[in-house]
Protein backbone atom coordinates (compact mmCIF):
# COMPACT_ATOMS: atom_id res chain seq x y z
CA UNK A 1 0.00 0.00 0.00
CA UNK A 2 0.89 3.87 -0.50
CA UNK A 3 -0.52 5.66 1.92
CA UNK A 4 -1.74 9.44 0.41
CA UNK A 5 -2.71 12.16 2.91
CA UNK A 6 -4.87 13.96 2.24
CA UNK A 7 -4.61 17.66 3.08
CA UNK A 8 -7.46 19.55 4.17
CA UNK A 9 -8.50 22.61 6.05
CA UNK A 10 -11.24 21.88 8.23
CA UNK A 11 -12.90 19.82 5.81
CA UNK A 12 -11.90 22.15 2.25
CA UNK A 13 -9.73 19.89 0.91
CA UNK A 14 -6.75 21.28 -0.91
CA UNK A 15 -6.45 20.72 -4.51
CA UNK A 16 -2.54 20.43 -4.18
CA UNK A 17 -3.89 16.45 -2.46
CA UNK A 18 -4.85 15.82 -5.99
CA UNK A 19 -1.44 16.79 -7.47
CA UNK A 20 0.10 13.90 -5.22
CA UNK A 21 -2.21 11.91 -5.87
CA UNK A 22 -0.63 11.90 -9.66
CA UNK A 23 2.97 11.01 -8.37
CA UNK A 24 1.20 8.44 -6.01
CA UNK A 25 -0.43 6.64 -8.90
CA UNK A 26 2.41 6.16 -10.66
CA UNK A 27 4.21 5.26 -7.44
CA UNK A 28 1.69 2.50 -6.36
CA UNK A 29 1.44 1.17 -10.12
CA UNK A 30 5.82 0.39 -10.09
CA UNK A 31 5.14 -1.10 -6.99
CA UNK A 32 2.38 -3.41 -7.06
CA UNK A 33 -0.07 -2.14 -5.03
CA UNK A 34 -2.75 -0.12 -4.36
CA UNK A 35 -3.23 4.10 -2.92
CA UNK A 36 -4.68 4.10 0.79
CA UNK A 37 -5.75 8.15 1.31
CA UNK A 38 -5.31 8.96 4.64
CA UNK A 39 -8.19 11.68 6.16
CA UNK A 40 -7.00 13.62 9.32
CA UNK A 41 -10.21 14.52 11.27
CA UNK A 42 -13.85 13.62 11.49
CA UNK A 43 -14.36 16.92 9.52
CA UNK A 44 -12.53 15.49 6.29
CA UNK A 45 -14.32 12.05 6.29
CA UNK A 46 -16.93 13.36 3.37
CA UNK A 47 -13.93 14.08 1.33
CA UNK A 48 -13.32 9.98 0.93
CA UNK A 49 -16.02 9.42 -1.95
CA UNK A 50 -14.48 12.26 -4.30
CA UNK A 51 -11.37 10.61 -4.40
CA UNK A 52 -12.34 7.46 -5.85
CA UNK A 53 -12.19 9.73 -9.38
CA UNK A 54 -8.13 9.95 -8.56
CA UNK A 55 -7.26 6.42 -8.25
CA UNK A 56 -8.08 5.81 -4.64
CA UNK A 57 -9.67 2.72 -3.42
CA UNK A 58 -9.35 2.34 0.49
CA UNK A 59 -9.35 5.51 2.81
CA UNK A 60 -8.81 5.97 6.49
CA UNK A 61 -10.19 8.51 8.22
CA UNK A 62 -7.95 9.25 11.34
CA UNK A 63 -10.58 9.90 14.16
CA UNK A 64 -10.16 12.07 17.05
CA UNK A 65 -11.74 15.22 18.35
CA UNK A 66 -8.72 17.15 18.25
CA UNK A 67 -7.47 16.49 14.84
CA UNK A 68 -10.48 18.67 12.98
CA UNK A 69 -8.05 21.43 13.78
CA UNK A 70 -4.66 21.23 12.18
CA UNK A 71 -2.16 20.53 14.88
CA UNK A 72 1.12 19.23 13.37
CA UNK A 73 2.39 16.75 16.42
CA UNK A 74 -1.00 15.20 16.65
CA UNK A 75 -2.07 14.53 13.04
CA UNK A 76 1.82 13.24 12.43
CA UNK A 77 1.14 10.80 15.40
CA UNK A 78 -2.16 9.57 13.68
CA UNK A 79 -0.36 9.35 10.30
CA UNK A 80 3.18 7.30 11.70
CA UNK A 81 0.24 5.22 14.45
CA UNK A 82 -1.60 4.47 10.63
CA UNK A 83 2.18 3.56 9.07
CA UNK A 84 2.84 1.20 11.93
CA UNK A 85 -0.79 -0.91 11.55
CA UNK A 86 -0.35 -1.28 8.21
CA UNK A 87 3.73 -1.01 6.51
CA UNK A 88 3.00 1.03 3.99
CA UNK A 89 6.16 1.34 1.16
CA UNK A 90 5.94 4.67 1.13
CA UNK A 91 4.07 7.80 2.61
CA UNK A 92 3.16 10.70 0.49
CA UNK A 93 1.84 14.22 1.36
CA UNK A 94 1.94 17.24 -0.47
CA UNK A 95 5.07 19.94 -0.63
CA UNK A 96 3.14 22.45 0.90
CA UNK A 97 4.18 24.46 4.51
CA UNK A 98 1.89 22.27 6.25
CA UNK A 99 2.86 19.27 4.08
CA UNK A 100 5.92 19.95 4.77
CA UNK A 101 5.94 20.04 8.37
CA UNK A 102 3.94 17.25 8.89
CA UNK A 103 5.92 15.14 7.08
CA UNK A 104 8.72 16.33 9.07
CA UNK A 105 7.04 14.89 12.47
CA UNK A 106 6.14 11.83 10.99
CA UNK A 107 9.86 11.31 10.29
CA UNK A 108 10.86 12.23 13.38
CA UNK A 109 8.37 9.91 15.09
CA UNK A 110 9.12 7.03 12.83
CA UNK A 111 12.88 7.51 12.96
CA UNK A 112 12.81 7.46 9.10
CA UNK A 113 14.40 9.77 6.37
CA UNK A 114 11.89 11.99 4.34
CA UNK A 115 12.48 13.93 0.93
CA UNK A 116 10.77 17.01 0.24
CA UNK A 117 9.11 18.60 -2.96
CA UNK A 118 9.62 15.51 -5.11
CA UNK A 119 8.78 15.53 -8.59
CA UNK A 120 9.39 11.89 -9.64
CA UNK A 121 10.29 8.56 -8.34
CA UNK A 122 11.87 5.89 -9.91
CA UNK A 123 10.71 2.79 -7.07
CA UNK A 124 13.31 0.45 -6.00
CA UNK A 125 15.10 -0.87 -2.68
CA UNK A 126 16.09 2.49 -2.61
CA UNK A 127 13.93 5.57 -4.53
CA UNK A 128 15.67 7.35 -6.61
CA UNK A 129 14.05 11.06 -6.45
CA UNK A 130 14.45 14.42 -8.20
CA UNK A 131 13.51 17.11 -5.95
CA UNK A 132 13.43 20.65 -6.16
CA UNK A 133 15.88 22.52 -3.97
CA UNK A 134 16.90 26.29 -3.48
CA UNK A 135 13.26 27.30 -3.26
CA UNK A 136 12.71 25.95 -7.03
CA UNK A 137 16.35 27.43 -8.36
CA UNK A 138 17.72 23.58 -9.13
CA UNK A 139 16.89 20.29 -9.43
CA UNK A 140 18.71 17.75 -7.12
CA UNK A 141 18.72 13.74 -8.00
CA UNK A 142 19.02 11.70 -4.74
CA UNK A 143 18.27 8.35 -3.15
CA UNK A 144 15.71 7.73 -0.55
CA UNK A 145 16.64 4.68 1.73
CA UNK A 146 14.20 3.58 4.66
CA UNK A 147 11.74 0.93 4.54
CA UNK A 148 9.10 2.95 4.19
CA UNK A 149 9.79 5.95 2.25
CA UNK A 150 8.53 9.46 3.40
CA UNK A 151 7.85 11.94 0.83
CA UNK A 152 6.19 15.58 -0.36
CA UNK A 153 5.54 16.15 -3.84
CA UNK A 154 6.96 19.61 -5.07
CA UNK A 155 3.77 21.74 -5.82
CA UNK A 156 1.95 22.84 -9.25
CA UNK A 157 4.54 20.23 -11.05
CA UNK A 158 2.32 16.85 -11.58
CA UNK A 159 -0.84 17.81 -13.64
CA UNK A 160 -4.16 16.82 -12.05
CA UNK A 161 -5.86 14.08 -13.73
CA UNK A 162 -8.70 11.26 -13.05
CA UNK A 163 -8.23 7.65 -12.93
CA UNK A 164 -11.63 6.26 -11.79
CA UNK A 165 -10.83 3.43 -9.20
CA UNK A 166 -14.71 2.01 -8.87
CA UNK A 167 -15.07 3.32 -5.45
CA UNK A 168 -13.47 3.41 -2.18
CA UNK A 169 -13.91 1.58 0.96
CA UNK A 170 -13.32 3.70 4.15
CA UNK A 171 -12.39 2.57 7.62
CA UNK A 172 -11.79 3.96 10.92
CA UNK A 173 -8.88 4.87 13.14
CA UNK A 174 -8.75 5.62 16.64
CA UNK A 175 -4.89 7.18 16.67
CA UNK A 176 -3.94 7.35 20.62
CA UNK A 177 -2.90 10.87 21.80
CA UNK A 178 -1.84 12.93 24.86
CA UNK A 179 -1.33 16.49 25.85
CA UNK A 180 2.17 16.48 24.32
CA UNK A 181 0.77 16.28 20.76
CA UNK A 182 -1.47 19.37 21.37
CA UNK A 183 1.47 22.08 22.05
CA UNK A 184 0.85 23.52 19.05
CA UNK A 185 -2.00 24.00 17.47
CA UNK A 186 -3.97 26.07 15.85
CA UNK A 187 -6.28 28.47 18.05
CA UNK A 188 -7.92 31.23 16.35
CA UNK A 189 -8.13 32.56 12.62
CA UNK A 190 -8.43 35.78 10.94
CA UNK A 191 -10.88 36.04 7.94
CA UNK A 192 -9.32 37.14 4.82
CA UNK A 193 -11.18 40.19 3.31
CA UNK A 194 -14.43 39.20 2.03
CA UNK A 195 -14.78 40.05 -1.62
CA UNK A 196 -10.52 39.63 -2.37
CA UNK A 197 -9.28 37.28 -4.74
CA UNK A 198 -6.86 35.12 -3.35
CA UNK A 199 -3.09 35.82 -4.58
CA UNK A 200 -2.51 31.66 -4.59
CA UNK A 201 -5.83 31.27 -7.16
CA UNK A 202 -5.58 34.36 -9.04
CA UNK A 203 -5.66 34.37 -12.85
CA UNK A 204 -3.92 37.62 -12.84
CA UNK A 205 -1.91 39.44 -10.51
CA UNK A 206 -0.39 42.64 -10.15
CA UNK A 207 2.76 42.82 -8.20
CA UNK A 208 4.50 45.57 -7.04
CA UNK A 209 8.46 46.10 -5.42
CA UNK A 210 10.81 48.50 -4.56
CA UNK A 211 10.00 50.49 -7.49
CA UNK A 212 6.49 51.23 -7.27
CA UNK A 213 7.98 53.97 -3.97
CA UNK A 214 5.19 54.05 -1.59
CA UNK A 215 1.94 52.52 0.25
CA UNK A 216 -0.05 55.02 -1.52
CA UNK A 217 2.30 54.35 -4.86
CA UNK A 218 -0.05 51.03 -5.14
CA UNK A 219 -3.03 52.49 -5.88
CA UNK A 220 -2.43 52.17 -9.83
CA UNK A 221 -1.91 48.45 -9.10
CA UNK A 222 -5.00 48.09 -7.32
CA UNK A 223 -6.59 50.01 -10.14
CA UNK A 224 -5.19 47.92 -12.71
CA UNK A 225 -6.16 45.00 -11.00
CA UNK A 226 -9.26 45.61 -10.18
CA UNK A 227 -9.97 46.46 -13.88
CA UNK A 228 -8.65 43.02 -14.80
CA UNK A 229 -10.16 41.21 -11.78
CA UNK A 230 -6.95 39.97 -10.81
CA UNK A 231 -5.01 40.42 -7.23
CA UNK A 232 -2.31 42.92 -5.67
CA UNK A 233 1.05 41.29 -4.61
CA UNK A 234 4.13 42.78 -3.46
CA UNK A 235 7.80 41.97 -3.28
CA UNK A 236 9.44 41.14 0.30
CA UNK A 237 10.48 45.07 0.48
CA UNK A 238 7.34 46.45 0.06
CA UNK A 239 5.89 44.23 2.71
CA UNK A 240 9.07 44.85 5.18
CA UNK A 241 8.51 48.82 4.68
CA UNK A 242 5.08 48.12 5.43
CA UNK A 243 3.18 49.21 2.30
CA UNK A 244 1.45 45.94 1.81
CA UNK A 245 0.60 43.22 4.82
CA UNK A 246 2.87 40.23 4.45
CA UNK A 247 0.33 38.02 3.17
CA UNK A 248 0.15 39.93 -0.02
CA UNK A 249 3.82 38.60 -0.08
CA UNK A 250 4.74 36.47 -3.33
CA UNK A 251 7.95 34.67 -3.37
CA UNK A 252 10.45 31.89 -1.19
CA UNK A 253 8.72 33.05 2.17
CA UNK A 254 5.46 34.31 0.83
CA UNK A 255 2.75 32.92 -1.60
CA UNK A 256 3.43 31.18 -4.83
CA UNK A 257 1.54 32.12 -7.39
CA UNK A 258 0.45 30.37 -11.07
CA UNK A 259 -2.04 32.90 -12.71
CA UNK A 260 -2.49 33.30 -16.58
CA UNK A 261 -0.29 36.52 -16.19
CA UNK A 262 1.93 38.40 -13.99
CA UNK A 263 2.44 41.78 -13.85
CA UNK A 264 5.70 42.95 -12.05
CA UNK A 265 6.02 46.21 -11.41
CA UNK A 266 9.07 47.34 -9.99
CA UNK A 267 10.46 44.20 -8.72
CA UNK A 268 14.01 43.48 -9.96
CA UNK A 269 13.44 40.05 -9.98
CA UNK A 270 15.75 38.22 -7.11
CA UNK A 271 16.15 34.46 -7.28
CA UNK A 272 13.69 34.62 -3.89
CA UNK A 273 11.28 36.47 -5.50
CA UNK A 274 11.21 34.62 -8.98
CA UNK A 275 10.66 31.22 -6.76
CA UNK A 276 7.34 32.16 -6.24
CA UNK A 277 6.37 33.49 -9.57
CA UNK A 278 7.85 31.33 -11.82
CA UNK A 279 4.50 29.01 -12.27
CA UNK A 280 3.20 32.73 -14.42
CA UNK A 281 1.72 31.19 -17.23
CA UNK A 282 3.22 34.58 -18.90
CA UNK A 283 5.48 37.62 -17.08
CA UNK A 284 4.72 40.87 -18.17
CA UNK A 285 7.81 43.64 -16.37
CA UNK A 286 7.61 46.65 -16.07
CA UNK A 287 11.42 48.64 -15.28
CA UNK A 288 13.69 50.97 -15.50
CA UNK A 289 16.37 49.07 -15.50
CA UNK A 290 16.34 46.47 -18.59
CA UNK A 291 19.30 45.03 -17.08
CA UNK A 292 16.31 43.93 -14.11
CA UNK A 293 16.67 40.00 -13.57
CA UNK A 294 12.87 39.94 -14.07
CA UNK A 295 13.62 41.84 -17.46
CA UNK A 296 15.99 39.46 -19.03
CA UNK A 297 13.20 36.12 -18.00
CA UNK A 298 9.57 38.03 -18.61
CA UNK A 299 7.93 37.39 -21.66
CA UNK A 300 7.40 40.61 -22.34
CA UNK A 301 8.67 43.80 -20.80
CA UNK A 302 8.34 47.47 -20.81
CA UNK A 303 11.39 49.73 -20.18
CA UNK A 304 10.13 52.60 -18.42
CA UNK A 305 8.47 54.16 -15.09
CA UNK A 306 5.64 52.18 -13.82
CA UNK A 307 3.93 55.37 -12.39
CA UNK A 308 3.81 56.59 -16.50
CA UNK A 309 3.35 53.03 -17.62
CA UNK A 310 0.32 52.02 -15.91
CA UNK A 311 -1.61 54.72 -15.85
CA UNK A 312 -1.23 54.73 -19.78
CA UNK A 313 -2.43 51.07 -19.44
CA UNK A 314 -4.98 51.55 -17.44
CA UNK A 315 -6.43 54.50 -20.06
CA UNK A 316 -6.12 52.36 -22.76
CA UNK A 317 -8.18 49.38 -20.87
CA UNK A 318 -10.58 51.94 -20.43
CA UNK A 319 -11.12 53.00 -23.32
C1 LIG B 1 15.82 34.11 3.08
C2 LIG B 1 15.26 35.15 2.17
C3 LIG B 1 13.94 35.03 1.78
C4 LIG B 1 13.38 35.97 0.91
N1 LIG B 1 12.09 35.82 0.53
C5 LIG B 1 11.57 36.69 -0.37
C6 LIG B 1 10.23 36.53 -0.87
O1 LIG B 1 9.47 35.62 -0.48
N2 LIG B 1 9.78 37.43 -1.78
C7 LIG B 1 10.56 38.46 -2.25
O2 LIG B 1 10.07 39.25 -3.08
N3 LIG B 1 11.80 38.64 -1.79
C8 LIG B 1 12.33 37.79 -0.86
N4 LIG B 1 13.58 38.02 -0.39
C9 LIG B 1 14.26 39.28 -0.73
C10 LIG B 1 14.91 39.28 -2.11
O3 LIG B 1 16.23 38.78 -2.01
C11 LIG B 1 14.99 40.71 -2.68
O4 LIG B 1 15.69 41.53 -1.77
C12 LIG B 1 13.62 41.34 -2.96
O5 LIG B 1 12.82 40.46 -3.72
C13 LIG B 1 13.83 42.62 -3.75
O6 LIG B 1 12.62 43.29 -3.83
P1 LIG B 1 12.36 44.34 -5.02
O7 LIG B 1 12.52 43.65 -6.32
O8 LIG B 1 11.07 45.00 -4.71
O9 LIG B 1 13.49 45.43 -4.76
P2 LIG B 1 14.82 45.77 -5.56
O10 LIG B 1 15.66 44.55 -5.72
O11 LIG B 1 15.41 46.93 -4.89
O12 LIG B 1 14.30 46.15 -7.01
C14 LIG B 1 13.54 47.29 -7.30
C15 LIG B 1 13.39 47.37 -8.81
O13 LIG B 1 12.53 48.43 -9.14
C16 LIG B 1 13.02 49.07 -10.31
N5 LIG B 1 12.47 50.42 -10.28
C17 LIG B 1 12.78 51.45 -9.46
N6 LIG B 1 11.99 52.51 -9.69
C18 LIG B 1 11.15 52.15 -10.70
C19 LIG B 1 10.09 52.80 -11.37
N7 LIG B 1 9.71 54.05 -11.04
N8 LIG B 1 9.44 52.14 -12.35
C20 LIG B 1 9.79 50.88 -12.70
N9 LIG B 1 10.79 50.20 -12.08
C21 LIG B 1 11.46 50.82 -11.08
C22 LIG B 1 14.52 48.99 -10.16
O14 LIG B 1 15.16 49.11 -11.44
C23 LIG B 1 14.69 47.59 -9.55
O15 LIG B 1 14.84 46.62 -10.56
C24 LIG B 1 14.16 37.08 0.46
C25 LIG B 1 15.48 37.18 0.85
C26 LIG B 1 16.03 36.24 1.70
C27 LIG B 1 17.46 36.39 2.11
Known sequence: MILGIIEHDR????????????????VAADEGVGITAVLIGNNSAHL????????????????HDGLDEYAPAAWAAAVAQIAQANTPKAIMATGTDRGNELMAHVAAQLNLAMAANVTQVTVGDSYDITRVRWGGSLFEEA???????????????????????????????????????????VTSREAPEADKISLAEARLVVGGGRGVGSAEGFAVLDELAELLNGAVGGSRVATNLGWRPHHDQVGQTGTRIAPDLYIACGISGAIQ????????????????????????KADYAVIGNLHEVLPALIAELKK
Open 143 to 185: KLHGNIKLLTVAPLVQEVSEAPSGGVTVETFSPELDDKHFRVR
Open 11 to 26: GQLNNQSLEMLTLARQ
Open 48 to 63: ADNLAAYGVSQAIVAS
Open 273 to 296: HWVGCKGSKKILAINTDPEAPMMT
